[in-house]
T-cell receptor, first 115, second 113 residues
Framework: ETGVTQSPTHLIKTRGQQVTLRCSSQ?????VSWYQQALGQGPQFIFQ???????GRGNFPPRFSGLQFPNYSSELNVNALELDDSALYLC??????????????FGEGSRLTVL | LAKTTQPISMDSYEGQEVNITCSHN???????ITWYQQFPSQGPRFIIQ???TKVTNEVASLFIPADRKSSTLSLPRVSLSDTAVYYC??????????????FGRGTQLTVWP
């Protein structure tokens, strides 16, 4: 139990649609990172939000966008869905908790299937 | 981001010690070495982190040689529940890059009865 919650846990979309995934970070954490994990692969960094601002981005197109809210929760939005977007989307939180251990706390992920 | 190389898979039996070695030739001075464990359809879970020499916690040990170009995760007396994918990561975990990590494909450890 990491204290990071993601919703929905599973969802099915069709090509061309848009999806919004949500993440609540662990209490006291101000940084949220999003990862995409395709079947049989390791997680791939999408982007990171720190205090409501994007703070680094991986090799993903602009149709992947995000937000972070004042309570540090976050959303990942994907427009114009493609079949290859089918994956487990992971959210990880970290940040100022008094004594940072350099540890990322991951949620259980949102499984997206694009048909 | 420094990349890592680790075996794709390993097999072991219950009760044995398992050592997984990771190569990270381009590790930078500020980089830490971190290992995560992941079960199917779950998020990765932090196991251990170190900078140099040896680190030990309640679940594992991490050995890092002086040149820091490799590291070895040691799991003592594995059980069936240790069957998982293990990722070795290198990054500046205390700086602005915390959270922006390169996972690679990891090592699938299978523990047999």
């Amino acid at each position: 139990e990491t204290g990071v919650t993601q919703s929905p846990t599973h969802l099915i979309k069709t090509r061309g649609q848009q999806v919004t995934l949500r993440c609540s970070s662990q209490s006291g954490h101000n940084t949220v990172s999003w990862y995409q994990q395709a079947l049989g692969q390791g997680p791939q960094f999408i982007f990171q939000y720190y205090r409501e601002e994007e703070n680094g981005r991986g090799n993903f197109p602009p149709r992947f966008s995000g937000l972070q809210f004042p309570n540090y929760s976050s959303e990942l939005n994907v427009n114009a869905l493609e079949l290859d977007d089918s994956a487990l989307y992971l959210c990880a939180s970290s940040g100022e908790t008094g004594k940072s251990t350099g540890e990322l706390f991951f949620g259980e992920g949102s499984r997206l299937t694009v048909l | 981001l420094a990349k890592t190389t680790q075996p794709i898979s390993m097999d072991s039996y219950e009760g044995q010690e398992v050592n997984i070695t990771c190569s990270h030739n381009n590790i930078a001075t500020n980089d830490y070495i971190t290992w995560y464990q992941q079960f199917p359809s779950q998020g990765p879970r932090f196991i251990i982190q170190g900078y140099k020499t040896k680190v030990t916690n309640e679940v594992a040990s991490l050995f890092i040689p002086a040149d820091r170009k490799s590291s070895t995760l040691s799991l003592p007396r594995v059980s069936l529940s240790d069957t998982a994918v293990y990722y070795c990561l290198v990054g500046d975990d205390r700086g602005s890059t915390l959270g922006r990590l390169y996972f690679g494909r990891g090592t699938q450890l299978t523990v047999w009865p």
